[in-house]
């Protein structure tokens, strides 16, 4: 078992910055691929982005690419998601997710209880 807690989100005006923080606890946080999803109100969820173990692999969604920074630090079992030059189109809820293999599908096997932002215009 994983648990996995966020938090860091808030409200922020359209152009601003915000960091989530995914705090994991149980099996070994080195074992797993950590991923970022997120449910805007009326939409499906969606893929935001995620990294391997090791950080070697880093995968993001087109729609925050050159804006987000996924990364990660194993020695303190966290894993971050850094948001800049966020839009109104970015608020919704983020979740934090964890899988032993690294992919964009939300078949992930654990997941936190979501953290809300909301960017104003």
């Known amino acids: 078992q994983v648990q996995l807690v966020e938090s860091g989100g808030g409200l922020v005006q359209a152009g601003g910055s915000l960091r989530l923080s995914c705090a994991a606890s149980?099996?070994?946080?080195?074992?797993?691929?950590m991923g970022w999803f997120r449910r805007a109100p009326g939409k499906k969820r969606e893929f935001v982005a995620a990294?391997?173990?090791?950080?070697?692999?880093?995968y993001y969604a087109d729609s925050v690419k050159g804006r987000f920074t996924i990364s990660r630090d194993n020695a303190k079992n966290l894993v971050y998601l850094q948001m800049n030059s966020l839009k109104p189109e970015d608020t919704a809820v983020y979740y934090c997710?964890?899988?032993?293999?690294?992919?964009?599908?939300?078949?992930?096997?654990?997941w936190g209880q979501g953290t809300q932002v909301t960017v104003s215009s």
């Open positions: 997710a964890a899988d032993r293999i690294i992919t964009t599908t939300g078949s992930y096997d654990y």
């Open positions: 990294i391997s173990w090791g950080g070697g692999r880093i």
């Open positions: 149980g099996r070994s946080f080195n074992d797993y691929t």
